[in-house]
């Protein structure tokens, strides 16, 4: 990971959007609205270079990248 591009808040959201599985209710514990995590999960993924979600309608599934940034955050 590269420090400089990456945005340290960003990293606490895509920790509440991996554990509560969607943007709605990461929303609602992290205080944002779905909209900007949303934002912020797309902003991630490009200053990574890498898709760390698969997203369906039911909400967010972790692929193999968001599970290993994950795990290295936790």
């Keep these: ?11 606490a959201l895509f920790v509440s959007v ?11 514990s992290c205080k944002r609205s779905p909209a900007t995590l949303g934002r912020r999960m797309h902003a991630l993924e490009r ?3 890498k898709e760390l979600f698969n997203r369906h309608d039911r909400g967010y599934e972790l692929l193999a990248d968001g599970k290993e ?3 290295e955050l936790s």
């Design 18 to 28: 991996a554990r509560e599985g969607g943007l709605s209710a990461a929303a609602k």
């Design 1 to 11: 990971m590269d420090e400089k591009e990456v945005n340290w808040n960003d990293l």
């Design 69 to 71: 940034l994950l795990k």
């Design 47 to 49: 200053s990574l270079g």
